[in-house]
């Protein structure tokens, strides 16, 4: 029988902004998510697992002659969003030693009565298109160990929305060698390592995106990419594996390498099979941000190389905003992807064809 834990949590749900946070906001303008933090205040229920007070994360509790319980079970009570979705990407922090495991699942329903959906087993960092809108979430989680002698641990479970946009099919493209633009490495740039194993893909589209917050004022080169990768790694309301984009382009025009292209990235929903480029600025009006004309230029070297590289059409080339509710990329980029497609289409069908 669940019972109140005897550690009890906050559940919030918050519309999250540059201003909230405080640099590295991010280009979303408006995203929201529900993050339980495992600290102070309504009590959640509970069956053998209780919170670590000092790192607010989720264990099992102490057994009897063992260490620990070999399974538990964890219910939050129903959160209401601060707006209706009808996708979600969900992030978390764990440690699971040998022995262990966790397993975590969503709920979602249109109402506080309901009906609520069944319950969805989720990975980390894998998008849920959920098949309806939806304003309320609860999740749960099981804790086991094998034998008892250690216990996993999660916390800043988090579960970023959107309101996803049907996709439009498009054609493949035409494979063409254009040369890749130079590029910061991780390595040069002092990446730090991934936290667990990246998901492969096999990249169809590009998805363009601005930072909004760093501005291009406020651009500091390297330190600005450390910056954003260690807000998405270590935000309370992200906690991503690593930085979300697969390429960023700074005002001076230097591109830096993300996560690598073969893998799905952290900065769309969906994300599978999508790469992302971010371009350092804020491109939404009342700013008065512009792409610099060198960071124009290197925006499209890259699309051109990508979409060559894996035979993405021009129309497969597009801004946040065609997937997801968002400014992003902020209408001074976003009205010129139609002239970004038509330089790669001649690009690409000026190496094709050999001219």
Request: charged share 20%.
């Amino acid at each position: 029988m669940l019972r109140p834990v005897a550690v009890s949590t906050l559940l919030t749900v918050l519309v999250s902004s540059a201003a909230v946070h405080g640099g590295f906001g991010h280009h979303e303008g408006h995203r929201v998510f529900y993050q339980d933090r495992f600290d102070e205040n309504a009590a959640q229920k509970a069956a053998g697992v209780t919170v670590d007070p000092e790192t607010q994360e989720l264990v099992l509790e102490e057994g009897t002659g063992h260490p620990y319980v070999r399974t538990g079970i964890f219910l939050s009570v129903p959160a209401r969003a601060a707006r209706s979705f009808s996708a979600a990407f969900p992030s978390w922090r764990a440690s699971v030693p040998p022995g262990t495991s966790v397993e975590l699942a969503f709920r979602f329903a249109p109402e506080a009565d309901g009906p609520w959906s069944r319950w969805q087993p989720v990975e980390c960092e894998a998008d849920m298109q959920l098949g309806g809108t939806y304003r309320y979430i609860q999740f749960r989680a099981f804790l086991t160990s094998d034998d008892g002698s250690h216990t996993p641990r999660i916390g800043a479970v988090s579960l970023h929305f959107g309101l996803g946009k049907s996709e439009s099919e498009v054609e493949p493209g035409i494979e063409a060698d254009l040369p890749r633009p130079e590029l910061v490495t991780r390595a040069q740039w002092g990446a730090r390592q991934a936290r667990d194993p990246y998901t492969a893909h096999s990249p169809n589209r590009l998805v363009v995106h601005h930072s909004s917050s760093p501005n291009a004022a406020a651009y500091r080169g390297a330190s600005t990419i450390r910056g954003i990768q260690n807000y998405h790694m270590d935000a309370p309301s992200h906690n991503w594996i690593d930085i979300g984009y697969h390429f960023l382009i700074g005002p001076d025009g230097m591109i830096f390498e993300g996560r690598p292209e073969t893998v799905s990235g952290a900065h769309v929903i969906p994300n599978p099979n999508k790469i992302g480029i971010c371009v350092i600025g804020n491109f939404e009006p009342p700013s008065e941000d512009q792409p610099s004309g060198v960071q124009y230029e290197r925006l499209v070297d890259l699309l051109a190389h990508l979409a060559g590289k894996y035979g993405i059409a021009p129309a497969g080339i597009g801004g946040h905003r065609d997937y997801m509710s968002t400014d992003c990329p902020g209408q001074s980029l976003y009205g010129r992807l139609g002239e970004i497609r038509a330089e790669v289409g001649r690009r690409i069908e000026s190496a094709s064809s050999g001219r």
